[in-house]
C-alpha cells in the first residue's frame, strides 16, 4: 500500500502561481512513477502531469505545457507540481495517483494509489 496526501491547494487569481505537494508513506516511493490528474465538476478526471521513477523523464498534457512542472524529491517521499500562469479552466480538484507498472500513462485506470485531493480555485 501507498499513502499519498495533497496539499498546497488554494485560491489564486488568473496568472498568479501555486505548488502542489504531494506525500507519500509506505511502500518504496521511487519504485512508482507518479502523476498529477484533475477533475472539475461535471468532467471526467484528466492526465494533467507524470513523472518517471527517477524523475529524469516528464511529460505533461498540452493544455499545461510551458507553465506546469512536476518533480519529485524521493528523499522526502514527495512529488510536486509547480502552476504558473494560472486560469479559470485550471479550476478542479487536483490529485497525485502512484503506478508501479509502467512508466507514461496518462489513463487513470491505471494507476494503483491516489490521494484524496487538493481543490484550485483560479479566480478571473
Known amino acids: 500500500q501507498v499513502q499519498l496526501v495533497e496539499s498546497g491547494g488554494g485560491l489564486v487569481q488568473a496568472g498568479g502561481s501555486l505548488r502542489l505537494s504531494c506525500a507519500a508513506s509506505?511502500?518504496?516511493?521511487?519504485?512508482?512513477?507518479m502523476g498529477w490528474f484533475r477533475q472539475a465538476p461535471g468532467k471526467e478526471r484528466e492526465f494533467v502531469a507524470g513523472?518517471?521513477?527517477?524523475?529524469?523523464?516528464?511529460y505533461y498534457a498540452d493544455s499545461v505545457k510551458g507553465r506546469f512542472t512536476i518533480s519529485r524529491d524521493n528523499a522526502r517521499n514527495t512529488v510536486y507540481l509547480q502552476m504558473n500562469s494560472l486560469k479559470p479552466e485550471d479550476t478542479a480538484v487536483y490529485y497525485c495517483?502512484?503506478?508501479?507498472?509502467?512508466?507514461?500513462?496518462?489513463?487513470?485506470?491505471?494507476?494503483?494509489?491516489w490521494g484524496q485531493g487538493t481543490q484550485v480555485t483560479v479566480s478571473s
Open positions: 513523472i518517471s521513477w527517477n524523475g529524469a523523464s516528464t
Open positions: 509506505g511502500r518504496t516511493f521511487s519504485n512508482y512513477a
Open positions: 495517483a502512484a503506478n508501479g507498472r509502467t512508466y507514461g500513462s496518462t489513463y487513470p485506470a491505471e494507476y494503483d494509489y
